[in-house]
């Protein structure tokens, strides 16, 4: 294997090269040959034919050096360098090229009469004048098309040379690991083909070509460890049967006061059969605000505790946590097996309350991060629902592992995934949707205001507080930045308390407050105490005012459109009609499109595509997850159509029993297996 041969054994390569190349974690003949460049300069000459304007750009010209070479030294530390060549136009004809490039001063040692170079730029002026950008001396570099490396002090003729002797010396060591019905399937080049194109290029399109190859081949291992992980989950058969009490739920669902839409009762049955799976449940739910997800959630918790079983509610925000606590009681508090008790970091009584858990004497626990800290044991856990799970990232679900159980594991979220990052991120996850909304629902009316249509939006304000109803403002800035100019949240506080002196109450929440404040706050809010509520974006997660109608956001252009519908979803909490204003502090042409499309789109999924396009994963998870956006070569916003591609095959694959028999599978599945392993590690 390349792998195994280290390039310290090499006696061609020079010391100094050695030592170059480990600085840049560069070890191993793999290390170099599977290193692919960062870019290619495409030095192609342009036929003299073609060549017709002053306009033209990215023409490229080879001649030889017919003139003595000239430095001029300007101000500001700029040079100028001054040569002529001598070039062929076709037809047995030379002209004479004056060229220009700056700040290339070390290059009037290289360009003696009659070198022969190539350079890349445009004509200015007439057709004998040339303003370079980019030169190749073509004794150094002979070819079309010169790649990039992102590599450090070493020139890259010379590890161009590097690379070719290897190249040379270890082709037959390279082991093709597609199987040969999916390079026939998807017309791709071969290893060995796909590494020369890659290094040695002789056209764009041989390159371009080899590039999907790889990224086809990234993609494809990576659904492939997704899909083992979900083999071996089901495999394992390492959790009890859920035997729980179908009347149960069915008391349940009767004593509702509405009726459950078609997609919360299919989502229902899905997570009830892998209840009763003897493999451990790991499922997405996913859900517009307001669309009936936590319902689902205490659904699952009464079959749960029905079986004898302890449930677990991990809530991002302590706010989050009493309220479904209170909402727990309220609609499982029928139901004599269900014990429920509120844990999180300012829980008094601790103590006690973690001896209930281990004794058994409570069996849903609702918290934060706190169910899962290291003193808390449970008697006997079978289930954990993680609302808004993105919000908690990788290290909090490692501590449920930590607990030794292998639990059924509920994760829900409110935040749209689109399904290309759904692949890539979940990729070992069964998936749930609810997409219709209750039929008491209404969508949000929204209207995106600039800063001298803000009386629109107060006058509204005014109109819904006569009506009795409650008020969101939001703004993303809590304190003044010299970087930033827009509203904060503290300043739009006062100014709020000035603007409706004697007519309502105003309150402020934002991240830099202790929990209990903020509790205070919410709580005077959720009392009707407060008829206006300011704040950051910390209202996203965890605050369910059913009489909040009206979201004002202020410095809209500052969050993305995921965000943004988040925040609308605030007031879809009531039958009543709700409102949602933005008004962006600063105008672009960019972020003015965003939030249009916001106002006119209310498809939370079109949305999170979007922002997948243009402002990547990180707009959706709020801690990156462990191994789902870490390609090398692939980009998910840009390859969506190979990664389909990719899924696809690796669905075949994975249910083929010739993956695990077939000496033509095997680097495929000795890496899947590897990373199986990694996996289980990390989590065990």
């Known amino acids: 294997m390349l792998n195994n041969i280290i390039l310290a054994e090499q006696d061609f390569i020079l010391s100094r090269y050695k030592t170059i190349l480990k600085k840049n974690n560069i070890l191993t003949v793999r290390d170099i040959l599977f290193s692919f460049p960062s870019k290619y300069d495409d030095y192609t000459i342009t036929p003299h034919s073609e060549i017709t304007s002053l306009?033209?750009?990215?023409?490229?010209?080879?001649?030889?050096?017919?003139?003595?070479?000239?430095?001029?030294?300007?101000?500001?530390?700029?040079?100028?360098?001054?040569?002529?060549?001598?070039?062929?136009?076709?037809?047995?004809?030379?002209?004479?090229v004056r060229c220009t490039l700056f700040n290339r001063a070390y290059l009037k040692e290289k360009l003696k009469f009659g070198t022969v170079v190539r350079v890349m730029g445009h004509f200015y002026q007439n057709f004998n004048n040339f303003t370079v950008s980019d030169l190749i001396i073509c004794d150094e570099i002979n070819r079309d098309i010169v790649p990039t490396y992102k590599v450090k002090d070493i020139a890259l003729t010379k590890y161009l040379e590097l690379i070719e002797v290897l190249y040379r010396k270890y082709k037959n060591?390279?082991?093709?690991?597609?199987?040969?019905?999916?390079?026939?399937?998807?017309?791709?080049?071969?290893?060995?083909?796909?590494?020369?194109?890659?290094?040695?290029?002789?056209?764009?399109?041989?390159?371009?070509?080899?590039?999907?190859?790889?990224?086809?081949?990234?993609?494809?291992?990576?659904?492939?460890?997704?899909?083992?992980?979900?083999?071996?989950?089901?495999?394992?058969?390492?959790?009890?049967?859920?035997?729980?009490?179908?009347?149960?739920?069915?008391?349940?669902?009767?004593s509702l006061s509405y009726k459950l839409t078609s997609d919360q009762e299919k989502v229902i049955k899905e997570i009830l059969k892998d209840l009763k799976s003897p493999y451990p449940m790991n499922r997405l739910l996913q859900g517009e605000v307001g669309s009936g997800k936590t319902i689902v959630a205490f659904t699952s918790i009464l079959a749960t505790c029905s079986a004898g079983y302890q449930a677990v509610l991990m809530c991002p925000t302590e706010i989050l946590a009493k309220q479904h606590y209170d909402s727990i009681m309220e609609t499982l508090g029928q139901f004599d097996c269900v014990k429920p008790l509120l844990l999180t970091g300012s829980t008094k009584e601790k103590t006690k309350k973690i001896n209930q858990i281990t004794n058994n004497e409570v069996n849903v626990i609702i918290g934060t991060h706190a169910v899962f800290q290291k003193d808390v044991d449970y008697a006997k856990l079978g289930l954990v629902v993680a609302d808004e799970e993105h919000r908690f990232g990788v290290r909090q679900r490692v501590l449920i592992k930590n607990k030794g159980f292998d639990v059924n594991y509920l994760k829900m979220s409110a935040t749209p995934i689109p399904r290309t990052l759904a692949i890539s991120a979940y990729g070992d996850t069964d998936f749930s949707v609810i997409k219709t909304m209750p039929e008491n629902r209404k969508p949000v009316i929204t209207k995106f205001l600039t800063?001298?249509?803000?009386?629109?939006?107060?006058?509204?304000?005014?109109?819904?507080?006569?009506?009795?109803?409650?008020?969101?403002?939001?703004?993303?800035?809590?304190?003044?930045?010299?970087?930033?100019?827009?509203?904060?949240?503290?300043?739009?506080?006062?100014?709020?308390?000035?603007?409706?002196?004697?007519?309502?109450?105003?309150?402020?929440?934002?991240?830099?407050?202790?929990?209990?404040?903020?509790?205070?706050?919410?709580?005077?809010?959720?009392?009707?105490?407060?008829?206006?509520?300011?704040?950051?974006?910390?209202?996203?997660?965890?605050?369910?005012?059913?009489?909040?109608?009206?979201?004002?956001?202020?410095?809209?252009e500052r969050f993305g459109v995921a965000t943004l519908h988040q925040l609308r979803g605030r007031v879809m909490r009531s039958s009543e009609v709700p409102y949602c204003f933005m008004i962006a502090e600063k105008s672009s042409e960019a972020s003015d499109k965003r939030l249009k499309m916001v106002e006119n789109t209310t498809d939370g999924f079109k949305l999170a595509e979007y922002d997948l396009i243009h402002r990547g994963p990180g707009e959706f998870f709020g801690e990156k997850q462990s191994g789902s956006m870490n390609f090398k070569y692939a980009d998910i916003r840009e390859d969506s159509d190979i990664l389909e591609l990719a899924n696809a095959d690796s669905e075949i694959i994975i249910n083929e029993e010739k993956l695990f028999i077939d000496n033509e599978y095997k680097t495929l599945y000795d890496i899947i297996k590897e990373n199986y392993r990694l996996k289980t590690d990390v989590l065990d």
């Open 173 to 254: 060591k390279i082991i093709e690991t597609l199987p040969k019905w999916v390079i026939e399937k998807h017309n791709l080049l071969g290893i060995h083909d796909t590494i020369k194109a890659l290094h040695f290029p002789n056209s764009m399109e041989q390159t371009n070509k080899a590039h999907y190859r790889v990224k086809y081949e990234e993609l494809l291992r990576y659904q492939l460890s997704m899909k083992y992980l979900h083999l071996m989950r089901e495999k394992t058969k390492s959790v009890d049967v859920i035997n729980y009490d179908h009347d149960l739920i069915t008391k349940l669902i009767n």
């Open 451 to 556: 800063k001298k249509e803000k009386p629109i939006a107060v006058n509204h304000i005014l109109e819904e507080l006569k009506n009795g109803h409650q008020i969101y403002v939001v703004t993303p800035l809590i304190e003044e930045s010299e970087n930033l100019d827009t509203a904060n949240a503290t300043e739009i506080f006062e100014n709020m308390k000035d603007w409706f002196k004697g007519i309502t109450e105003v309150g402020l929440v934002h991240g830099k407050l202790k929990p209990q404040e903020k509790e205070d706050v919410i709580n005077k809010f959720l009392n009707k105490e407060i008829g206006i509520l300011v704040a950051t974006s910390v209202i996203e997660v965890g605050v369910n005012i059913p009489n909040a109608t009206t979201i004002l956001i202020i410095g809209a």
């Open 55 to 96: 306009e033209q750009d990215h023409i490229v010209l080879e001649g030889s050096v017919s003139s003595k070479v000239n430095v001029a030294y300007l101000k500001s530390k700029m040079t100028t360098v001054t040569f002529s060549i001598s070039v062929e136009k076709g037809n047995g004809e030379t002209i004479n």
